[in-house]
């Protein structure tokens, strides 16, 4: 299955918010609610943000956010801080019992 | 707090075969399902295989199928990756991940820090 389309860059200025998207299919957004979106600094291993689309595990800032449409799934960060500058990858379980990524969003904060 | 530490990364020739593994820790190892992901330097990621709590099923990425196997050991509290008929393309870094039910469907929570792959002659 192909991966998961994200826009590949996003940016915003402190205290602003930015939205990023991943569009699938009918066969892995479209049909689950096991999407989850993971942050990634330069050389460090990727952190779970969001999962079952808008749940936040626990010391994950309320500032990040995510829902879901049809095929298409989002995350959104309020109140952008420096340390949000990273790469985002959402994630989805597939229908042919596989996991899929988004091609990634690097966010810069301006 | 969950510990998942990668190993038996290195560099090989293409065509020939290495064995990772993954130790696990401070969790019960056999409740949960287990992937590996990896990702090509400068690269996104891309998940290469998940296997069920008991090892009863495993599934992989069109890539890997029929050269890498997945499995794990729930006794030693360790995860394997076996990757056969290594080619250039396979060159990543390989991390274990923990899915969050028994399942591998729910998607990963904790990551290990990963190994890196090199496939070059």
């Known amino acids: 299955q192909s991966a998961l389309t994200q826009p590949p860059s996003a940016s915003g200025s402190p205290g602003q918010s930015v939205t990023i998207s991943c569009t699938g299919t009918?066969?892995?957004?479209?049909?689950?609610?096991?999407v989850s979106w993971y942050q990634q600094h330069p050389g460090k291993a990727p952190k779970l943000m969001i999962y079952?689309?808008?749940k936040r595990p626990s010391g994950v800032p309320d500032r990040f956010s995510g829902s879901k449409s049809g095929n298409t799934a989002s995350l959104t960060v309020s109140g952008l801080q420096a340390e949000d500058e990273a790469d985002y990858y959402c994630?989805?379980?597939?229908?042919?019992?596989?996991?899929?990524f988004g091609t990634g969003t690097k966010v810069t904060v301006l | 707090q969950v510990q998942l530490v990668e190993s038996g990364g290195g560099v090989v020739q293409p065509g020939r075969s290495l064995r990772l593994s993954c130790a696990a820790s401070?969790?019960?190892?056999?409740?949960?399902?287990m992937h590996w992901v990896r990702q090509a330097p400068g690269k996104g990621l891309e998940w290469v295989a998940v296997?069920?709590?008991?090892?009863?099923?495993?599934y992989y990425a069109d890539s890997v199928k029929g050269r890498f196997t997945i499995s794990r050991d729930n006794s030693k509290n360790t995860l394997y990756l076996q990757m056969n008929s290594l080619r250039v393309e396979d060159t990543a870094i390989y991390y274990c991940?923990?899915?969050?039910?028994?399942?591998?469907?729910?998607?990963?929570?904790?990551w290990g820090q990963g190994t890196l792959v090199t496939v070059s002659s």
């Open positions: 991940a923990r899915d969050r039910g028994s399942y591998g469907s729910s998607n990963p929570d904790y």
């Open positions: 401070k969790f019960t190892f056999s409740n949960y399902g």
């Open positions: 296997i069920w709590y008991d090892g009863s099923n495993k």
């Open positions: 009918s066969s892995d957004v479209g049909s689950y609610n096991y």
């Open positions: 079952e689309v808008s």
């Open positions: 994630s989805s379980y597939g229908s042919s019992n596989n996991l899929i």
